[in-house]
């Protein structure tokens, strides 16, 4: 009975076999003419129609610059997307109304110049389509200070995958007056330099860097500290930051971030210029955990003390590191590296004069 059971279950997958080959080789030609015609805002042959505008030309960080459009077919989800050095990733998502219609924020929260375009992912028979590519320039917003010179923590230059949005806790316990607001506006400070998306998850009890041992949860944490807790932050040291490096998933790359703060360091909240402040401590701890290392320059961030007339924001070669370790480089390559899993940490950030 049961060899029966198996002969007719072989005849079975014998006749199963040719159907299946047949819809296998269908899809691809699909794929094929809907990328043929993927440089024309409107094609005939395709299901899909694309009618976008896209903001061109100069705008303010931050700013407001919508990309509206118009899109065939049913209710449909349409994708901004970024031109990378690895190809387009996507930045934003919406879906079009029941006229059709769509309307979302170009990435003006990413100080780059940015080529732009609309995607709109298959649905049911409405093949793929994708609009013109734009080029929408956003500057920094000031002029930055200091030489172009700028290292990595990992010679390797190991940064984050900017294709996942980046999750990131912070514990209060012992937090300087607005310190959890200053490390929230650091981390929107970061992300207009980088291209990286960041989401706060909340609070957390858990302090990363804890009696030498680095503790993970969310991608990022941050908290304050003290000498006894955390031994790196021994012999005056205000801050102290960095991430590990693995097999993240999607790549070789960074797999969790850390900073944590001396919480007796006398600084002045916020982010005001010609004082040491807690602001630009966070802002050289933020560019330690993506990856960037310290440099012998006094007008950049990444000099390794806070100076009372020092920058408050990020220098030219500050902001060419983040630009390096940003979303301008594309997802990670895929596979592993044989590389080690490692932590990489700067502890030597001290009040200078
Ligand atoms: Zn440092």
Not at 285 to 306: C, F, T
Not at 344 to 352: A, E, Q, W
Request: glycine share 12%; net charge positive.
């Amino acid at each position: 009975m049961r060899r029966l059971l198996l002969v007719v279950l072989t005849t079975l997958g014998l006749l199963l076999a040719p159907l299946t080959t047949v819809t296998a080789s269908a899809a691809p030609e699909k794929d094929a003419s809907a990328k043929d015609k993927s440089d024309d805002a409107v094609s005939a042959a395709a299901k899909t129609r694309i009618r976008a505008h896209i903001p061109r030309g100069r705008h303010r960080l931050g700013s407001r610059a919508p990309i509206t459009g118009h899109v065939s077919g049913p209710r449909r989800i349409v994708k901004i997307q970024v031109r990378t050095q690895r190809g387009f990733i996507v930045l934003g998502k919406t879906r079009t109304n029941k006229r059709h219609k769509f309307r979302i924020n170009a990435p003006t929260w990413w100080a780059a110049t940015q080529k732009l375009r609309v995607f709109v992912p298959r649905h049911g028979r409405f093949a793929p389509q994708v609009s013109r590519v734009r080029v929408m320039n956003v500057p920094i917003g000031y002029r930055p200070r200091g030489n172009k010179a700028f290292g990595y923590l990992d010679t390797r230059a190991t940064r984050w995958n900017p294709c996942r949005i980046i999750t990131y806790r912070i514990n209060p316990r012992r937090a300087p007056r607005h310190g959890i607001k200053d490390i929230h506006r650091g981390i929107r400070k970061l992300s207009n330099a980088t291209g990286l998306r960041f989401r706060y998850l909340g609070r957390t009890k858990e302090l990363p860097v804890h009696k030498n041992k680095v503790h993970f949860r969310s991608d990022m944490v941050l908290g304050y500290g003290n000498a006894r807790l955390v031994p790196q932050l021994r012999g005056g040291v205000i801050g102290i930051g960095g991430f590990t490096r693995g097999n993240t998933g999607a790549g070789f790359g960074i797999t969790s971030g850390f900073v944590v703060f001396d919480a007796k360091a006398r600084l002045r909240p916020g982010y005001a210029g010609g004082r040491a402040t807690w602001g630009k401590v966070i802002l050289h701890e933020l560019a330690h955990s993506v990856g960037l290392a310290h440099v012998n320059n006094r007008k950049n961030l990444m000099y390794p003390a806070i100076l009372r007339a020092g920058p408050s924001r990020y220098g030219r070669g500050d902001l060419r590191g983040l630009r390096a370790m940003g979303a301008k480089r594309g997802c990670l390559p895929r596979g592993g590296s044989r590389l080690e899993e490692k932590t990489f940490m700067d502890s030597d950030l001290r009040i200078g004069k």
